[in-house]
């Protein structure tokens, strides 16, 4: 093993596994011929699920599991997202430094009241926002009804963590174009924003976003190596517009298996001077975790 492998990761959408956080990935990876090539899906333990992606360098999992109603997008049926807050809030309690549970909140009310969950997932110790706003209720992410929620969010100091998914986060593909995102970056200056799956396919958009806004910070996640690879890698070896400070690790685990995808990434010719920043200095700053003696235990060179 590298000496770049042994470095800890922090990985900002890996998605827990076992049978209660619901079967909305295990049943997509089923329908994609993968769930075999995902274990911890068999053994269905918090244990099986940290020894897998443990065993790909995973340190600390950030799960954004989402709840959400059902929808059909381009004629495939998006499957309602039904993951517990209350799961969440339990498992990085009892796991806290290898699990950053994340607040899914469904914006179009049908789920839940969601001002009065985001209060109520705040309460129980979650500092992440996970919307879809895309399938519900169905508007861009700088739509205006959602705009109290993005109020609230920054008045509880939690991160808002959109989706923004060409292929699957709403109607149009331009629900994913960045400039929903850079409308309210700007409205909301200090509100710490990553887009899910970084806007994609808005490769270049996107990172002249990030460019315009300290507050944006993107993952690609999965995508990074698909389309766009190139953009994303030159953009972060020459540093343009200080991308390496605002780009997040991910890997989009359980939606493809975590191993190949590692082993993938590693291959990226990403400068090892980046890595560090990248791989989780940049997601201890925006979760505000620098100072939290357990996570400067498990990331002792930050």
Not at 18 to 24: F, H, K, R, S
Not at 218 to 236: C, F, H, N, R
Not at 258 to 282: A, G, R
């Amino acid at each position: 093993m590298t000496g770049k492998r042994k470095l800890p990761i922090i990985d900002v959408r890996c998605r827990v596994t076992i049978p209660e956080a619901g079967d909305y990935f295990s049943s997509r990876a089923k329908a994609r011929g993968r769930a075999d090539s995902i274990k911890s899906f068999a053994k269905g333990t918090i244990e099986a699920f940290f020894e897998e992606i443990g065993e790909a360098g995973i340190c600390t999992a950030v799960s954004t599991s989402g709840q959400t109603p059902e929808m059909t997008i381009g004629g495939r049926v998006m499957a309602a997202r039904t993951t517990s807050n209350d799961l969440m809030a339990r498992l990085q309690k009892e796991h806290w430094g290898r699990f950053i549970g994340v607040a899914g909140i469904d914006c179009g009310n049908v789920l839940h009241n969601a001002m009065d969950e985001l209060q109520r997932c705040h309460d129980l110790g979650l500092r992440v926002m996970f919307i879809e706003p895309g399938r519900s209720p169905g508007c861009d992410i700088d739509d205006r009804r959602l705009y109290p929620l993005y109020e609230k969010c920054l008045e509880l100091d939690m991160v808002l963590f959109p989706q923004t998914s060409g292929p699957w986060g709403g109607k149009s593909i331009d629900y994913a174009h960045p400039r929903h995102i850079d409308q309210v970056a700007e409205d909301f200056p200090n509100l710490r924003i990553i887009p899910g799956h970084a806007c994609y396919p808005f490769v270049r958009e996107v990172i002249i976003v990030a460019a315009r806004h300290a507050n944006v910070f993107v993952s690609p996640d999965m995508y990074l190596t698909q389309m766009g690879t190139e953009d994303w890698v030159k953009s972060l070896n020459n540093n343009y517009f200080g991308l390496r400070d605002q780009f997040l690790f991910g890997s989009s685990f359980p939606s493809i298996p975590i191993q190949p995808f590692m082993d993938e990434f590693w291959t990226l010719p990403i400068k090892e001077e980046v890595l560090p920043k990248i791989l989780y200095q940049n997601a201890l700053r925006v979760f505000k975790l620098e100072q939290d003696s357990v996570f400067k235990t498990l990331y002792p060179a930050y």
